[in-house]
């Protein structure tokens, strides 16, 4: 009940939005994002203003005249907020705020505000609270710094500086008891990848920036119904199916949180345990919306994101999707002979899955190992799992056991490897 009416009292927040970016190829993918963030948070934009800038302002991020230029646009039409498209630091935003007579949000407070609406599992909350403590704590300062001068200086520092320690002694207190509570998720999470490692499918990780499509294309290879909002992280938590593909193959599929330019250093510390699901992966897929302007921009901040996890030397399925939305058809075939190892796709309408399912596929069998046993009939049972796990070429019952011809996933290799033969003779 609280949190439908909090939802409802920010979504009458207005704002000036202030684009932050040097390269003016860059504007179209910087508005559209920045308004789409402030659509999922529930803010209002009602007037823009850009500022480019070779690098930030020490004390206010913003040059002296832009400040002037906000301060007014600001007080013309009457915002409750400025939303700064960049990350300030504490004294950067409160000097902002005296400058402009009102709230300022910068884009890793707005993104932490998503993140916190969208959590819904009891791993995903506590990582958005960890991440927003994380934010805050070095932030203490300039607000106890702007108490102290509001209440005048000689005889009144102390008790501000006491309360100040106060406050950071209980955020630390409370972040450590947040990192106690992620460390026995984790234990969780690794106890069911464990489990699932014993039914040896290969793994594969969706990812892709945030609205490419990730989980349209979860639900629609694995039947699931996970939500599928064009908004900005719609998914957070990590969810992993099991797909089962052509010619009797299969895999652990797991959808992945949306990344984005300048994913904020606190989420990707507070979200490393769900996030890391994609370096236990065998493979990944990529999911590119081709049908944005900015799909390359998009791309190259995914590979980023992936090279902060080392996981960007991981083979790689590329996916680009949303081509129903292409105005020529024929870019999307020029795109897949361009790309190896790459299919063009529209998770929505199904179009290419074929193309995919048969990606898939071969990936999988890349992933094979080809193996010759003698099984003892002691064991028959493990005959069955290479059938549930592999690709059974040749199976003979002899006196001596079972010989076995097979390509296996690396799991199942090394439960064969004990009754392996040089050849079949």
């Known amino acids: 009940m609280a949190r439908g009416l909090e939802e409802t009292q920010s979504s009458t927040e207005t704002a000036v939005l202030v ?23 529930a803010v209002e934009p009602i007037a823009v203003i850009r500022q480019r800038l070779d690098r930030p302002h020490k004390g206010t991020y913003l040059g002296k005249g832009k400040i002037e230029e906000v301060a007014a646009l600001a007080k013309e039409v009457g915002s409750d907020m400025v939303v700064v498209d960049a990350e300030l630091s504490g004294i950067q935003g409160r000097n902002l705020e005296e400058a402009f007579e009102r709230k300022v949000i910068d884009r890793t407070q707005l993104i932490l505000d998503i993140f916190a609406r969208r959590a819904r599992s009891k791993e995903g909350m506590l990582q958005v609270e960890l991440a927003q403590l994380s934010y805050m704590l070095p932030k203490l300062m300039s607000v106890y710094t702007k108490f102290e001068r509001q209440r005048g200086g000689i005889g009144m520092r102390g008790p501000g500086e006491t309360k100040l320690e106060s406050d950071r002694r209980m955020v630390k207190d409370r972040i450590a008891r947040l990192t106690e509570d992620i460390e026995d998720v984790k234990r969780i999470r690794d106890q069911q990848r464990v489990s699932r490692r014993k039914h040896p499918f290969p793994f594969a990780s969706i990812v892709g920036y945030t609205s490419a499509g990730k989980s349209t294309l979860m639900n629609r290879m694995s039947g699931t119904e996970l939500l599928a909002d064009a908004m900005p992280f719609a998914t957070l938590d990590p969810t992993t199916r099991k797909v089962d593909l052509p010619e009797g193959y299969a895999l652990f599929l797991t959808d992945t949180v949306g ?32 049908s944005t302007p900015s799909w390359e921009s998009q791309r190259d901040s995914v590979m980023e994101t992936l090279a902060g996890l080392k996981a960007e030397d991981k083979p790689m399925v590329i996916l680009f999707n949303k081509i129903d939305r292409l105005k020529d058809p024929a870019e999307a075939r020029r795109l897949v002979a361009e790309w190896p190892n790459s299919a063009a796709i529209s998770a929505s309408k199904g179009t290419g899955m074929d193309d995919l399912m048969n990606l898939l596929v071969n990936q999988v069998k890349n992933l094979l190992t080809h193996v010759k046993a003698l099984v003892p009939y002691s064991n028959a049972a493990i005959v069955q799992d290479c059938y549930d796990y592999g690709r059974v070429l040749t199976v003979d ?29």
């Open 397 to 425: 019952y002899r006196d001596e056991g079972i010989f076995v011809e097979a390509d296996l996933v690396a799991e199942m290799h090394k439960k064969l490897s004990k009754y392996a033969v040089a050849d079949e003779a």
């Open 19 to 41: 684009y932050i970016n040097m390269d003016e190829n860059d504007d179209l993918m910087v508005e559209e994002e920045l308004e789409g963030l402030c659509e999922a948070a």
């Open 259 to 290: 990344f984005i330019r300048h994913l904020p250093t606190k989420l990707v510390a507070a979200f490393r345990s769900t996030l890391e699901e994609v370096t236990y992966s065998d493979f990944v897929l990529h999911v590119i919306d081709v």
